[in-house]
């Protein structure tokens, strides 16, 4: 089994915040892939199905962004879960919007969710790194954050959340470079060939220049009252 864990803080006050992009990777999971009812289990809501080729426990803490460790620990203990199993969805300030990258162990860069769980289970966990960029300075941080995203986000954040869902299972199965190239189609498709634009028209052939006129100039006035 493996725990996929998205972080964030409950309540719907919360719920379009940029902190709370982990709890939206999970429930789009959840709703695209038909995984079970979500249940108050662990100090958090969870839904239990299958993903690739294993089976999976999506958890959302609700424990507050700041004690996310505790309802993580919880639920790796019931179900006898190896930190190596657990994969942690979160906001990073160090990407720009819509960039995902994954990273397994490490230091928690101060993400408060990161924390709480490096302090229960340790660093070695994998994370996907759901880019939501910077504010521009460390004071604005917490207000940036704690708001929700702006509506000139809402394409990008659509995309990347179907990406998530489109190649979960690959990530499941051990495959990330292929879970980060189907959410890189996703956001950015190929262009095919029918959508090409069209070339432009050839130019027309340039006329031909009049031929060079060798009469003299006594020829041409007597042809001129012929």
């Known amino acids: 089994m493996k725990i996929l864990v998205g972080l964030g803080n409950p309540g719907s006050q919360y719920a379009g915040h940029r902190h709370n992009i982990g709890f939206m990777a999970m429930d789009r999971i959840a709703s695209d892939h038909g995984v079970g009812p979500w249940r108050v289990k662990f100090n958090g809501e969870v839904s239990e199905g299958r993903l690739g080729s294993d089976k999976v426990l999506l958890l959302k803490p609700t424990t507050f962004m700041n004690d996310s460790g505790r309802s993580v620990q919880a639920a790796c203990a019931f179900h006898k879960v190896a930190p190596a199993d657990?994969?942690?969805?979160?906001?990073?300030?160090?990407?720009?919007?819509?960039?995902?990258?994954?990273?397994?162990?490490?230091?928690h860069a101060g993400h408060n969710g990161l924390r709480s769980i490096?302090?229960?289970?340790?660093?070695?966990?994998?994370?996907?790194?759901?880019?939501?960029?910077?504010?521009?300075?460390?004071?604005?941080?917490?207000?940036?954050?704690?708001?929700?995203?702006?509506?000139?986000?809402?394409?990008?954040?659509?995309?990347?959340?179907?990406?998530?869902?489109?190649?979960?299972?690959?990530?499941?199965?051990?495959?990330?470079?292929?879970?980060?190239?189907?959410?890189?189609?996703?956001?950015?498709?190929?262009?095919?060939?029918?959508?090409?634009?069209?070339?432009?028209?050839a130019p027309p052939p340039a006329e031909?220049?009049?031929?060079?006129?060798?009469?003299?100039?006594?020829?041409?006035?007597?042809?001129?009252?012929k």
């Open 86 to 107: 657990v994969i942690v969805f979160h906001d990073e300030l160090d990407l720009a919007p819509g960039k995902v990258r994954l990273k397994t162990g490490g230091g």
């Open 118 to 201: 490096h302090a229960h289970l340790g660093p070695e966990y994998d994370r996907v790194r759901l880019g939501i960029g910077h504010p521009g300075h460390k004071d604005r941080v917490a207000g940036y954050v704690l708001h929700d995203f702006a509506k000139a986000d809402q394409e990008w954040l659509d995309d990347v959340l179907h990406g998530i869902s489109d190649g979960i299972g690959q990530l499941v199965d051990g495959h990330g470079d292929k879970f980060l190239n189907v959410i890189a189609l996703r956001a950015a498709p190929a262009r095919s060939s029918a959508s090409k634009p069209a070339k432009a028209p």
């Open 208 to 225: 031909a220049a009049p031929p060079e006129d060798t009469r003299s100039a006594l020829q041409k006035l007597k042809d001129r009252f």
